[in-house]
């Protein structure tokens, strides 16, 4: 029988899926073949004809998963599914779906890790909150959680409850996103907190800005963009955004090294600006990772052929400057599969910072 572990998290967005992609790669040194499962996902993609989780979608392509994507990703939570569910609940159904998915996976691996979604008790309304599934699939968990000293230690126990509950065995913890200038304070004190509580500290990773800075090609995909120029630098990170509503002169103070404009597309005079400076300064400088013209406007076609020049992508979307720049500043940033800086680097501090020992003895 294959060995598995559930990667649980305190909240969204704490790094289930980082943690995740990087204990597959450590394991399989271990244990040869690693598979991967995402019993309910709430983020979906269509792949190979099928709605999938997207953190599925980066294992499969990241890890190079031999398993079909429909069984890493059995149930996607689609708009209506659970008003749909309350008014007509299918539990049985449910269960069915991820048992024979699970049963596939493990069928072919030697361990397979399994990805909740969002804090312990989420997917509860329809009966399969992550403390029902890692009892319903029998695994120890691994609980993330991000920096801090009192609040993920709040979090961690408050969760800690949920799978006591269902009677699951919490592994360990995994205390992710810890600010450097910090991060021998918070080791030092989580740990000692967490013991009193009899909880064993797994991993204690850092804070690396890298990870949630957003590349042109997130941007465009979550924007529905359309791209003018530059696809082939969708790879650029931006690490500023920088709104065009003002005059140029005034703009020269704001445009910092990786400064994604978000201008209209008839305010040439704040595109031909960043453009200047992008070219004048190079690698020394302030540099423009992208540009957004908002309103559907494109600019003159002289003005668009010398941002072609300078090697600056352009999206072009219909919505105001207002609305692009809250969703921008909004967007949640994910690792997509072809960021390869970021997976790589995930990769590294995983296996520097998490006791892959440990979790093996516990396995």
């Given at each position: 029988?294959?060995?598995?572990?559930?990667?649980?998290?305190?909240?969204?967005?704490?790094?289930?899926?980082?943690?995740?992609?990087?204990?597959?790669?450590?394991?399989?040194?271990?244990?040869?073949?690693?598979?991967?499962?995402?019993?309910?996902?709430?983020?979906?993609?269509?792949?190979?004809?099928?709605?999938?989780?997207?953190?599925?979608?980066?294992?499969?392509?990241?890890?190079?998963?031999?398993?079909?994507?429909?069984?890493?990703?059995?149930?996607?939570?689609?708009?209506?599914?659970?008003?749909?569910?309350?008014?007509?609940?299918?539990?049985?159904?449910?269960v069915?779906?991820?048992?024979?998915?699970?049963?596939?996976?493990?069928?072919?691996?030697?361990l397979?890790?399994?990805?909740?979604?969002?804090?312990?008790?989420?997917?509860?309304?329809?009966?399969?909150?992550?403390?029902?599934?890692?009892?319903?699939?029998?695994?120890?968990?691994?609980?993330?959680?991000?920096?801090?000293?009192?609040?993920?230690?709040?979090?961690?126990?408050?969760?800690?409850?949920?799978?006591?509950?269902?009677?699951?065995?919490?592994m360990?913890?995994?205390?992710?996103?810890?600010?450097?200038?910090?991060?021998?304070?918070?080791?030092?004190?989580?740990?000692?907190?967490?013991?009193?509580?009899?909880?064993?500290?797994?991993?204690?990773?850092p804070?690396?800005?890298?990870?949630?800075?957003?590349?042109?090609?997130?941007?465009?995909?979550?924007?529905?963009?359309?791209?003018?120029?530059?696809?082939?630098?969708?790879?650029?990170?931006?690490?500023?955004?920088?709104?065009?509503?003002?005059?140029?002169?005034?703009?020269?103070?704001?445009i910092?090294?990786?400064?994604?404009?978000?201008?209209p597309?008839?305010?040439?005079?704040?595109?031909?600006?960043?453009?200047?400076?992008?070219?004048?300064?190079?690698?020394?400088?302030?540099?423009?990772?992208?540009?957004?013209?908002?309103?559907?406007?494109?600019?003159?076609?002289?003005?668009?052929?010398?941002?072609?020049?300078?090697?600056?992508?352009?999206?072009?979307?219909?919505e105001?400057?207002?609305?692009?720049?809250?969703?921008?500043?909004?967007?949640?940033?994910?690792?997509?599969?072809?960021?390869?800086?970021?997976?790589?680097?995930?990769?590294?501090?995983?296996?520097?910072?998490?006791?892959?020992?440990?979790?093996?003895?516990?396995?």
């Amino acid at each position: 029988m294959s060995k598995r572990v559930f990667i649980a998290a305190t909240h969204q967005n704490d790094g289930k899926t980082t943690v995740s992609l990087g204990l597959i790669y450590c394991l399989k040194k271990m244990f040869g073949d690693v598979g991967f499962i995402k019993p309910v996902g709430q983020r979906y993609l269509i792949e190979q004809g099928y709605k999938a989780d997207e953190d599925s979608i980066l294992i499969e392509h990241v890890c190079k998963m031999k398993t079909p994507i429909k069984d890493m990703s059995p149930i996607a939570v689609e708009r209506g599914f659970t008003e749909n569910y309350i008014k007509k609940p299918e539990k049985a159904k449910l269960v069915k779906q991820i048992k024979e998915s699970y049963q596939k996976i493990a069928k072919d691996n030697d361990l397979v890790v399994i990805e909740g979604t969002g804090h312990a008790g989420v997917g509860g309304v329809f009966d399969l909150s992550n403390a029902a599934v890692a009892k319903l699939l029998k695994a120890k968990v691994i609980l993330i959680s991000s920096g801090g000293i009192g609040r993920p230690i709040d979090e961690i126990l408050l969760n800690k409850a949920l799978f006591d509950k269902e009677g699951v065995e919490i592994m360990g913890v995994v205390i992710n996103k810890v600010l450097p200038q910090k991060y021998k304070k918070i080791d030092s004190l989580v740990r000692k907190g967490l013991a009193r509580k009899g909880l064993k500290v797994l991993g204690m990773i850092p804070y690396d800005p890298v990870l949630s800075k957003p590349t042109i090609g997130q941007i465009k995909a979550e924007l529905k963009a359309q791209v003018l120029y530059g696809a082939t630098y969708s790879d650029n990170v931006v690490e500023k955004i920088v709104i065009g509503a003002m005059e140029p002169h005034d703009a020269l103070d704001y445009i910092d090294d990786k400064s994604l404009v978000i201008t209209p597309g008839d305010r040439e005079d704040i595109i031909l600006t960043a453009l200047s400076m992008h070219l004048i300064y190079g690698d020394n400088g302030p540099s423009v990772s992208g540009l957004i013209l908002t309103g559907g406007i494109s600019p003159h076609p002289s003005v668009l052929n010398l941002v072609k020049c300078a090697d600056i992508p352009v999206l072009l979307v219909k919505e105001d400057t207002y609305n692009i720049a809250s969703r921008v500043h909004d967007l949640t940033v994910k690792i997509r599969p072809k960021d390869k800086t970021k997976t790589n680097l995930v990769i590294d501090m995983v296996n520097k910072y998490v006791n892959i020992d440990e979790i093996v003895k516990a396995l």
